[in-house]
């Protein structure tokens, strides 16, 4: 079998936490039942480009899909971490493995668990809200485009930042409080365009803001030409966070 | 001489962090179904040195083969053929025994039959069966590192590190280990040891270095190192009050004795000097005065630890190295 095949199930077995997976599945469908039925006899459908016109429920049901993709790259720090905390990540390094290999295998296991998790919450939120989609080969790109290149960025985000952080509590806290953070500076609840002009700019670096962004256009057909400069965008900040990750991790003190 | 084709051969190899000087200049070889013992006290550079020989440290210089691949360009080559037992906890948190046992094999590409087979063997030698099922996270430390143990032999090697692999264990769990290392030693494997309890050393070592402020200060057999730097006997006595503490400041301030501990558990008296004729009078002649009674005392052999001990105190700070690769 593949070393890397060997890895990412290793990761997936060893360290994949059960019952924060089960929260981070059931917190972007609380915000699709409550906040999507909520608030859409207050919103009216609006235009999300391409001249398409969605539900807020729709709007924030195609969002909060993409939601999965930050909860999928806090996993791939707490895989790093649980690693750290128990021998195991000096144990792996001590076999028949490099470092580069040990990383990707964290980021694919990542992607495994974002992608899956997006797919999950799609198939239960979306028969619900009431959609019904065709998709193309180019919005089925596209959303694979999102999906991969988010978790890429979040899962490299998250393993800088379990590298740069001595505990694996201050971990959660600061992971916490910058995936917030990312999550209200996006376009996941609200179209960016009609936030207050300083969330618009903060939304204009947000990797969040590009994810959603291209799903969405992907999922509902409404692409634009700036969809492509989105795609490219996120994949040169995927790129970078990458690299930062890689360096990161290779400081790291044994 | 030693062998020509060393499993390890160590030359000159350094290791700095900042201005601390981690291992100093320590040079040795290793041969082929050898246990070679590393002993050393806190922070000797006993670890420091297994991290670099096991490429999760790039040395600051020097040079050294294992298993004839060079050790900083050839680093996975290396990896693939050694097993690491290290000194911290290491187990994989959501699984339990068996399977952490199978997908530690996994990852080394053992075929699930291999697998299969050597889990049930390695569980059965190793007395796990009751624990086989437990989630690791739940084990004791004695549990955990027999799974540590257990976990290296799951793959091929031709070369073991061991680093403080009996802390916290029983003395029949020890002995279990150290025999089944022993056996392994026979089919051919070759074991790097470092240990503190220096029974264990006595008992499992071919050859011992003795490392002190990242200085090898001497390496020879077990036997030699006795011989040549245990030339004090220790005169072991009981209380029959248990114990005196007046009578322990009275002995330890005597001129001839090197070193007094009581034993704890025992209560047993261990008095290190080179003159227990002198000794043994002193020792009734203070114990009549204090209205206390002797109620065993005998000489004894000079222990692997006695040796350590001088050794060790010998050459504190004097940064003393001798030959490196003697015999």
Redesign the interface.
Known sequence: MNIYLRLVYRNLRANLDRASLFFELIFPLFFIFVQGFGLNGIVPPFDIGNGKFVSYSLFLAAGAVTLTVINGGTNAGTQLWFDRKNGMFEQILMGPFTRAQYILSIIFATLIIGVAGSLLVFVFAFPVVGASFAFSLEGVLLIAAALFFGTVFFGAFAITLSVALKSSETFQVVSTFAFFIFLFTSSVFFPASSAPSAIQAASLANPLTYTTDIFRAGLFSAATPTTSLELGVLAVEAAAMFVIAVLAFRRIRV | MRGQDPVIRVEELSKRFGDKVAVDRVAFDIDRSEVFGFLGPNGAGKTTTI?ML????QPTSGRATILGHDLRTEG?KI??R?G?V?Q????????NVE??LD?YG????IPRPERKRRIGELIERLGMEEFRRKPTIDLSSGQRRRLQVAREFIHDMDLLFLDEPTVGLDPIVRRTLLDFFKERVRDGLTIFFTTHILEEAEYLCDRIAVINEGRIIDIDTPENLKRRFGSAKAVEFKLLQGSSAELAALLSSSESVTRLVQEPGTGTYRVTTARPESVIPEIYRHAERLGVTVSSIYISETTLEDAFINLVTENHGAGVVSGGRAA
């Open positions: 991290k096991t490429t999760l440290l996975r990896r693939e050694i690491v290290q911290q906890d290491s187990f994989d948190q959501g699984l399977t952490s997908i996994l990852i080394w590409d």
